[in-house]
């Protein structure tokens, strides 16, 4: 960490000064009775028992409790070196535009910059950073990002998501540095015909440990990723999204460790090859690409978003018929193109679950189901997505040749409404599935499945929207009586 971040203060906008906490007290000490004492009962627990329980409070909220008192000065710290964790996680500070001001954000860097300086732990198991930050803060993220190195951290993510919600359109992306990692490339003068990086093994000793790597909203090369599957050699997650400098990228080779990879909206994406590797899990998000799966023998969950101008089911089918046997899980997260007579389905032997989207105004979708629950003997739980791609419109399904499912037992409808279609659709499902033990149907939309969004952007409970409407519908009551008044 440079001198000029060592010598910054915090500001902690949303934290009460110890006046106002003395305000308090005396509030409280006056509305007790005058022979009663206030005793700090809590205070009184031994150091392990209250490191217990700030450390069930988010990492700001942890730190605010060092001004209550001299015995609770230190105690978030011991927190910090108990779990190992730093989680700058901002999320309740961007629940409006006002988080692009330029104040908020250097209340976050700042604070970031503090909490580092005073951490003390030998080791680090996550540090997260979570906040609308775009390129201008590259220095500080790039010394951060080195803070954990040295650390030996084993989960990294960087959150940068714009309002913590979307791709950064309007400001430059972050990206990741090159330099940390060793990565240089010769001078043009001294190597005229060569451009090729060149790797400096002795910059690569802070993320040995690295077992968790996620990047939202971060530039992020092919360079970077195969310094990562070369020197990370117990690197098991690796979630990418949104990076727009990714063209390629290549996981080949037994010797990578990478179990789980998930790559959405790379937009630049042209191709990804997985060869000879012990992934397990892949999801994929994003435009059509070519997609090389070959000797993935322990890969048993696809979850795929593919947009194709082409047959999007026989596209990912293609891509993936080396391993469609002995996938478990399937998830065809697009929605699934109008119907083809006899369509040639491969069998997936042991699948158990499996998701599907439908525009829900495709009166094919009985003859879309058929095939696929006849080509999955052992299908255990079936998701179905509703999309509403047009004004909803009451619409008949085709028939569809009956048959028969004895393994399906729970089925699970996003996007039901109610509809006509919508009760065939049900009693057609309960009709296959002769052992059916359990159908949920949920009326929200099931883009809401896919988007986590922060609280802040999440739609009311039933409760809070019921009560809110209850408090228009008695303001509306009162005015009206006012002015029946004034008339009479």
Not at 72 to 85: F, G, H, N, P, Q
Not at 417 to 425: A, I, P, Q, V
Not at 456 to 462: A, E, Q, V
Request: hydrophobic content about 40%; aromatic content about 10%; overall charge neutral.
């Amino acid at each position: 960490m440079s001198n000029s971040i060592i010598n910054k203060r915090v500001r902690m906008p949303c934290l009460p000064s110890p006046a106002k906490i003395n305000c308090n007290l005396s509030k409280i000490q006056r509305i007790s009775k005058p022979e009663s004492n206030i005793v700090d009962r809590i205070s009184a627990l031994p150091d392990e028992i209250l490191v217990n329980i700030v450390a069930f409070l988010p990492l700001d909220e942890a730190q605010a409790t060092s001004i209550l008192s001299r015995r609770w000065r230190y105690i978030w710290k011991s927190v910090l070196e108990d779990t190992m964790t730093l989680n700058f996680d901002a999320e309740k500070h961007l629940s409006n535009f006002a988080s692009r001001e330029e104040l908020a954000i250097r209340w976050y860097v700042d604070w970031v910059d503090t909490v580092l300086n005073q951490y003390t732990g030998r080791k680090m198991k996550q540090f997260r950073i979570c906040y609308d930050l775009d390129s201008t803060f590259s220095r500080s993220i790039d010394e951060w990002i080195h803070f954990a190195m040295t650390k030996g951290v084993e989960m990294l993510e960087l959150d940068l998501l714009e309002y913590g919600v979307t791709r950064r359109l309007e400001y430059p992306i972050y990206t990741f540095p090159h330099r940390l990692l060793g990565i240089v490339k010769e001078s043009a003068w001294k190597h005229i015909c060569s451009d090729v990086p060149r790797l400096r093994p002795c910059a690569c000793i802070g993320f040995k440990s690295l077992k968790v790597l996620s990047l939202k909203c971060v530039d992020v090369d092919g360079q970077v990723l195969e310094y990562m599957f070369s020197n990370c050699l117990v690197l098991e997650r690796l979630s990418l999204g949104y990076s727009s400098s990714l063209v390629s990228l290549r996981v080949v080779g037994p010797s990578i460790a990478l179990k789980y990879l998930e790559i959405r909206g790379c937009a630049r994406l042209e191709s990804i090859e997985i060869c000879d590797t012990n992934l397990v899990s892949f999801v994929y998000y994003g435009n059509e690409i070519h997609l090389i799966v070959r000797n993935v023998p322990l890969l048993v969950e696809v979850s795929i978003c593919e947009s194709c101008n082409n047959d999007y089911v026989q596209v990912a089918f293609t891509q993936l018929s080396c391993c469609l046997s002995q996938l478990e899980i399937l998830k065809l997260i697009d929605v699934i193109l109008p119907y083809k007579r006899n369509p040639v389905f491969p069998i997936f032997t042991n699948l158990k679950h499996l998701e599907l989207r439908f525009d829900e105004d495709d009166d094919c979708i009985l003859l879309h189901l058929t095939s696929f629950i006849k080509a999955s003997p052992c299908l255990h739980n079936l998701v179905l997505e509703l999309y509403p791609l047009t004004c909803r419109r009451e619409i008949e399904f085709r028939k569809a040749a009956k048959c028969s499912h004895d393994y399906l037992k729970v089925v699970e409808i996003f996007g039901y409404h109610g509809r006509k279609s919508d009760c065939e659709l049900v009693k057609f499902l309960t009709e296959i599935a002769v052992n059916l033990e359990k159908i949920v149907t949920d009326p929200a939309h099931p883009a809401e499945r896919h988007y986590c969004y922060p609280k802040h952007r999440r739609k009311p409970d039933i409760e809070v929207v019921a009560r809110a409407e209850q408090s228009s519908y008695d303001y509306a009551t009162i005015v009206k009586k006012k002015f029946l008044r004034l008339g009479n």
